[in-house]
């Protein structure tokens, strides 16, 4: 089982190298993850200038609030966080490590645990929007060879 996660996400990873743009495109290249589906992750390289990593955080407003205002602003720092842990995993990585318990040739427990350890800086909000108890906001950072 470990090793078909590990494969599973070798596979996945590979098919986002290969959607890599070819070298006549323009020096900013974008990542966009989120909702939409569209998962493109180029290499930075010296000959690059930029790199621009566009995420969606979501976060859910709890039922039971003061007011309000409460809700929104609980929800929106849920959805930053959330943001901020994309742009983490799309920069530096995640780390998955899984574990197999098998007894008598069945498998009786199967645990995956991913974890992220990065530091976030200079991103920007650029789009905040809350509708029905979902906020959902735009985050973006810009990023250049020299920042690694």
Known sequence: MKYSLFLAFILSVSSLYAG?????????????????????????????????????????????????????????????????????????GVHVEGQDTVKNMMLQRSTVSTSVDAMVRGANVLDTTFKDGLCEVELEIVLSYSQF
């Open 20 to 92: 890599v743009l070819s070298s006549d495109t323009p020096t900013v290249r974008c990542v966009y993850s989120g909702t939409d589906g569209n998962c493109v992750q180029p290499s930075l390289s010296a000959s690059q200038k930029l790199i621009v990593v566009t995420v969606f955080g979501q976060g859910v407003a709890p039922t039971v609030t003061a007011s309000p205002a409460q809700a929104y602003a609980l929800a929106k720092r849920a959805a930053l966080a959330d943001g901020y842990r994309q742009i983490a995993e799309r920069i530096m």
